[in-house]
Nanobody, 120 residues
Framework: QLQLVESGGGLVQPGGSLRLSCAAS????????IGWFRQAPGKEREGISC????????NYADSTKGRFTISRDNAKNTVYLQMNSLKPEDTAIYYC?????????????WGQGTQVTVSS
């Protein structure tokens, strides 16, 4: 079964940057669109970005547009989320998800996520 593992989170000051990675175990990611989601304390999980199988199309939530960049390296079986100009409101657990298409159904359960904390 496809399992995704997120990494790269941490504590960063406002205005700083982090790059998150989403890797697959026991399967290949290039069959799927990959979405990044986040869940802040006391809030529902929200989708923030997605990339198609080929990487040719990306989309972003308004809250992340212009600051976050999603990319994928199918040769490395990894999807990335470059996060710049981080704000305290970006603090959340970040998850990636394999989907048949962006905004489509998930094909694997949620992973553990990676914690991002933006604080001075």
């Amino acid at each position: 079964q496809l399992q995704l593992v997120e990494s790269g989170g941490g504590l960063v000051q406002p205005g700083g940057s982090l790059r998150l990675s989403c890797a697959a175990s026991a399967s290949t990611l290039d069959y799927y669109a990959i979405g990044w989601f986040r869940q802040a304390p006391g809030k529902e999980r929200e989708g923030i970005s997605c990339i198609t199988r080929s990487g040719g199309i990306t989309n972003y939530a308004d809250s992340t547009k212009g600051r976050f960049t999603i990319s994928r390296d199918n040769a490395k079986n990894t999807v990335y989320l470059q996060m710049n100009s981080l704000k305290p409101e970006d603090t959340a657990i970040y998850y990636c998800a394999a989907q048949y298409y962006c905004s489509g159904p998930m094909v694997a359960p949620w992973g553990q996520g990676t914690q991002v904390t933006v604080s001075s």
